[in-house]
């Protein structure tokens, strides 16, 4: 029975048919200014951008001259790279302009798609970025599109690792910016901790089209951005907290060797309070009141490295430091230290020198950086499968792009072995048979462990001639993908391995020219061995066609349909033919979750022997559903890091506004005499309850916390001794003296000097109590699961304790404040003092699907000399100082032959 859903799309189509068909009129419009703009000179169409501007200026919308603009784009793609945008990729610049995200399969042209509303909403003048999952890539769409909308008049500017305060600046200023998400997020961080407005690189959020929309807003987005620095020297506070341990018993605390877990008993919490209350470092009545909350994550730490830590098994110490050793292959990784103050709890046991651990300076998730934008776009090959999360957690809407060509790939049903060596025969066989016929084959495995592993078996069973990629060395990955699709070559490759390069049937062209010619120069010998080289490239062509297109075999099902479809549409690109197989066994590692016991024993008995694979539309269909499971549950883990990280988020905002109004603003004196009268507002009635007898009063802890928070030496006794003298009366007293002297020193300064040296202290402590309250969030985070044993909602707990935090922040922040400006004193290199610097910090992003630090390590500030890049010619071999910011993997300049992290890089 046909449902009524099912009914109703026959009829009407479905919601994606719809929305495409609303769009054909424009499309008929735009094709219908096509001989008119053909007809114009190069100036003529350049000199429409000026006209836009102005319409613009007059009052109309975006959406007014949306056709125009397409059609003018389209004209300025034909003349500037002989590629004229076809009208189905019209309808995907359309999406994008308005605000959604266009899934377009592989080879349909996404990067000339986005320079049609990017040209359009660069004429508002606001700037609009294009974010790239690389480097490489940002720098080759940039350079390659930059044609386009120079040709039009508009500037275009390209962020990657390495640049300079002043390059990032001019990159942003530009009417169109190419950059990476990893860039883009660390320069927000960066220009919210500058000290001055004009420091800041970036000039606001107005519109994003992100490329490969699902990798960055969905794989990515399950990690923070984080940028750290040194923390200050806390060592006694590692040693305290440490002599503590040893005097507990058993029955204080239980331990659980296979969750790894340490917790105290009510009687170990009731000993250690009376011990942390005897040494002066509790704040109130019980342990686990909110100030306390990062003794709590020193004293856990504490209890872990006693308890669960085996000298000479989990770690060793060598040469006075605590060295970790790897659980897994057992050898020691120097260099690697545990994160969270761990490392130092280590340290303080074993009775070495404690390194300051890295303090997080800022941080925001991915999802919460492109929330800022005012308009946010997507496009990818693959994104339907998680339309639900785009939606809910971006507002972004996914429509489907009907392809140039219609797609004439056929995709087969899985082929299901008992076991893995028996799958892996079978792989073997499928490859060899395409390769005799001439037809490319592209292997997808989950890891680079695994395409590794199938690389030996390919080399022992005879095969020499093939390619081994991984997404880690992204130019040479692009080269050698370009050249897949030559007839009969062999590419194994991890499923994300590639992205952003097109596999074309013969081989690509245009990368065997600029790599066969280089730097030859332009003439008739040039001409000629180009038109050799497409020649060939189209004989290729042609064989590889007669060998059936592109074959996709695929090793294993990945835990999210979208990465089995990105693999899949590598081929059949431009309705070239092709075809794609999942090859699986019951010991993989998606079929064990499945539950591969019972259908193991089901088809012993049914008879299947060895060597022979089930096949059946069934077991897709029971795969898919397993793989929605699996998606769910990462949509909910990404779900949940989003609402813990809302909860920073809002008082981040805030912070971040504040210091940006803080900059613009002029005089700080009213703000700064705020705080002064909070401060002694709060003295008053801390020492003086309201309604208490004057036997009550605390004179001796007022007058000291005078003297602590003002610099004032006031004789507070004696006023309180004065006949019918009340609260009131003091703080006002207190007041006038506070304000006396504040005057006094506005007046020795100088209204231009105070208003620079308020500017500078609130900023700065600003900074100073915000990086404090972030590990305080950070230690409160990874203790608030706890409450879950107490029926209470971790979340409602964490936003409470979070917000009391906060309050207590700014509290410390008017405390802070008020002493250091009664206390400053000038100094006559004052007022030409430039403001202070940037910390040094390091940039950290980790891959959720390799567990691999994005920034690798690197140093990620920008303005630090030795992150310039110095062109090879200027290095001197024999002095690393000339050599500037060196990759990772580049080949070090002392000449050795190795890559830099193999030789000079491993010092650094």
């Known amino acids: 029975m046909v449902s009524l859903g099912v009914f109703a799309r026959k009829i009407f189509g479905s919601s994606n048919d719809r929305r495409i068909k609303g769009m054909r009129p424009r499309v008929e419009a735009i094709n219908a200014l096509e001989p008119e703009l053909k007809a114009l000179s190069d100036e003529a169409l350049r000199a429409r951008t000026d006209m836009f501007r102005k319409e613009l200026a007059e009052g109309k919308s975006l959406d007014d001259i949306l056709v125009p603009a397409f059609a003018t784009v389209r004209e300025a793609a034909r003349r500037a790279l002989g590629l004229r945008p076809f009208d189905v990729q019209l309808v995907g610049g359309m999406v994008l302009h308005g605000g959604g995200i266009s899934e377009m399969r592989t080879g349909e042209g996404k990067t000339l798609v986005a320079t049609l509303p990017v040209y359009l909403n660069a004429l508002s003048g606001k700037g609009v970025h294009v974010v790239t999952v690389n480097d490489y890539l940002a720098t080759r769409d940039a350079e390659w599109m930059a044609k386009v909308y120079g040709f039009l008049g508009l500037t275009t500017g390209i962020i990657v690792h390495g640049l300079s305060d002043e390059q990032r600046k001019a990159a942003y200023a530009c009417d169109v910016t190419y950059a990476t998400n990893n860039e883009l997020g660390f320069d927000y961080l960066r220009d919210n901790m500058k000290y001055d407005r004009a420091q800041m690189v970036q000039r606001g959020h107005n519109y994003a089209i992100v490329d490969e929309v699902d990798s960055i807003l969905i794989d990515e987005a399950r990690t923070p951005l984080i940028i750290s620095g040194p923390l200050d020297d806390r060592s006694e506070l590692y040693n305290s907290v440490d002599r503590f341990i040893p005097m507990l018993l058993e029955g204080d605390y239980e331990v659980d060797e296979k969750q790894r877990t340490a917790t105290f008993t009510e009687d170990g919490t009731e000993k250690l309070e009376n011990l942390l209350r005897e040494a002066g470092m509790l704040k109130g009545d019980s342990l686990y009141d909110v100030e306390n909350v990062a003794i709590v994550h020193h004293v856990n730490n504490a209890l872990k490295a006693h308890r669960l830590f ?3 098994k989990d770690y060793i110490v060598r040469n006075g430091e605590v060295v970790i050793i790897d659980e897994f292959t057992g050898r020691m990784m120097p260099g690697r230290r545990f994160s969270e103050g761990l490392h130092q709890a280590l340290e303080a046991k074993e009775k070495v020198t404690i390194h300051p651990e890295n303090q997080t300076l800022a941080s925001i998730t991915f999802q919460n950086y492109f929330r800022m934008y005012s308009k946010l776009a997507g496009m990818t090959g693959t994104a339907l499968t998680e339309a639900e999360e785009f939606g809910n957690i971006y507002g972004l809407e996914v429509s489907e792009i009907p392809t140039n060509v219609p797609v004439s790939r056929i995709d087969e049903d899985d082929e299901v072995y008992r076991t893995v060596e028996e799958k892996y025969k ?12 001439g037809q490319p084959t592209l292997v997808g495995t989950t890891s680079i462990e695994k395409s590794e592993q199938l690389a030996e078996r390919l ?52 990368m065997r020219v600029a790599q066969e010619l280089g730097d030859m120069p332009e003439g008739e010998e040039r001409a000629a061995k180009e038109k050799a080289i497409r020649e060939d490239v189209q004989r290729l062509k042609e064989l590889a066609l007669a060998g059936g297109g592109l074959y996709v075999l695929a090793t294993e099902r990945h835990e999210s349909r979208r990465i089995d479809n990105q693999l899949r549409g590598r081929s059949g690109r431009q309705g070239d033919p092709g075809r794609s197989k999942f090859f699986l066994s019951l010991q993989d590692d998606l ?40 998606e769910a549950r990462n949509f909910d883990i990404r ?87 009340d609260e009131e009366q003091i703080t006002e007293r207190i007041m006038e003296a506070t304000e006396a002297a504040a005057k006094d020193r506005a007046e020795r300064f100088g209204p231009d000097i105070m208003a620079y040296v308020e500017k500078s202290i609130v900023l700065q402590t600003v900074d100073s109590l915000w990086r404090e309250h972030l590990v305080n969030l950070e230690h409160l985070r990874s203790v608030v699961g706890f409450r879950g044993y107490a029926q209470r909602d971790p979340l409602n707990e964490y936003k409470t304790e979070a917000f009391e935090l906060f309050q207590s922040m700014l509290s410390n922040l008017r405390q802070a404040v008020t002493a250091q400006l009664m206390r400053v004193e000038l100094v006559r290199e004052a007022a030409e003092a430039p403001p202070p610097q940037v910390p040094a910090m390091h940039g950290a992003h980790v891959d959720a699907t390799t567990g691999e630090d994005d920034f690798g390590g690197d140093t990620a500030v920008a303005v630090a000399a030795e992150n310039r890049i110095v062109p090879a010619e200027e290095r001197d071999p024999a002095n690393p100082s000339t050599w500037g910011k060196v990759s990772r993997n580049e080949a070090c300049p002392c000449g050795s032959g190795k890559k830099f992290k193999h030789c000079h890089g491993t010092f650094a």
């Not at 079978?426 to 016929?437: L, P, Y």
């Not at 012993?604 to 077991?619: N, S, T």
């Open 310 to 312: 085996q000298r000479d």
């Open 426 to 437: 079978a792989i073997v066989r499928e490859i060899r048979e395409a390769h005799a016929k």
């Open 459 to 510: 080399r022992a069973e005879g095969f020499k001639d093939f390619q081994v990629l991984n997404a880690r060395h992204h130019e040479q990955e692009a080269a050698i993908v370009a050249q897949a699709g030559r007839p009969g070559a062999i590419t194994i490759a991890t499923n994300m391995a590639g992205r952003g390069t097109d596999i074309q049937l013969g081989g690509n062209a245009d």
């Open 591 to 630: 079929m064990r979750i499945f539950g591969s016991e019972r259908m193991d024993t089901m088809l012993q008995r049914l008879g299947l022997k060895e060597d022979e694979a089930i096949i059946h539309p069934w077991i897709n269909k029971a795969l898919e559903k397993a793989q929605k499971k699996v």
């Open 639 to 725: 779900k949940n890091l989003l609402k813990f990280d809302d909860v920073m988020n809002d008082q981040r905002k805030v912070v971040f506004e504040q210091r940006i109004d803080l900059m613009d603003g002029g005089s700080l004196t009213e703000t700064v005499a705020e705080m002064r009268q909070d401060v002694v507002e709060d003295l008053v009635a801390k020492h003086i309850p309201p309604n208490a007898y004057a036997e009550q009063w605390d004179l001796a802890g007022l007058k000291e916390g005078v003297s602590t928070s003002l610099n004032l030496d006031l004789p507070i006794e004696e006023w309180a001794a004065e006949e019918g003298i």
